[in-house]
């Protein structure tokens, strides 16, 4: 079975700037890291909810959204990158930019964007009011990351089969939402019963008219 490292290693080789198979390889990926796969920080596992791709090669891939890529140089697919707007589960990348600002070389990776908090069977948690664990922002989730590991080790991808496997949702062109609202559990139950009663009280009052 192929690693994710492997996985990751020049996943566009080949397409030559065409959207349709960049979008089709980029959804490939999503679903891989939403059913198999989660952050381990320290005691705590993490399954991503939103992930943004970022990929820049020179001469190909010129959407603007391309230029936005980080240069690392050199790092190993699969590793985390951390930059000034989140942290990145990297492609293989050798890409810099010279003095002039330009771009060389190829490379990028996926942005962490929001994860909700799982259980050792890849279940999500709730908290005490009913709420998923979940982090929302890039940034968010970085300190969420580090703080979890509590300076005794570091953020890492580890295997995990996640329990709740939802179809992901494109949500813009590159990026992908875990097809799940994470809302009050309660709420929804609750919601339901409002909606009953309101119905039920309407249904009363016409009948006085």
Request: proline share 3%.
């Amino acid at each position: 079975m192929e690693t994710l490292k492997e996985k990751l290693n020049n996943p566009f080789d080949g397409l030559k700037s065409n959207p349709q198979e960049f979008q089709k390889k980029c959804a490939e990926i999503a679903n891989e890291l939403f059913k198999n796969y989660c952050i381990e920080c320290g005691e705590k596992k993490f399954a991503l909810a939103e992930i943004e791709f970022y990929y820049f090669k020179e001469g190909e891939f010129k959407e603007k959204w391309n230029e936005k890529t980080y240069e690392r140089n050199p790092y190993d697919s699969s590793k985390l990158f951390y930059h000034l707007s989140g942290v990145d589960i990297c492609f293989k990348s050798e890409l810099t930019k010279d003095k002039k600002g330009n771009k060389h070389g190829y490379g990028g990776g996926v942005l962490i964007r929001s994860m909700v908090e799982v259980n050792e069977n890849g279940e999500y948690l709730v908290d005490s009011d009913k709420y998923y664990k979940i982090i929302i922002g890039p940034l968010t989730c970085v300190n969420m990351m580090l703080n979890a590991c509590n300076g005794n080790s570091m953020p890492k991808i580890e295997p995990i089969i996640i329990f709740k496997r939802q179809k992901f949702t494109p949500k813009e062109t590159y990026r992908y939402l875990r097809k799940n609202d994470f809302e009050l559990i309660e709420n929804e139950e609750k919601q339901k019963e409002n909606e009953q009663l309101n119905n039920s009280k309407l249904n009363k009052d016409l009948t006085n008219i």
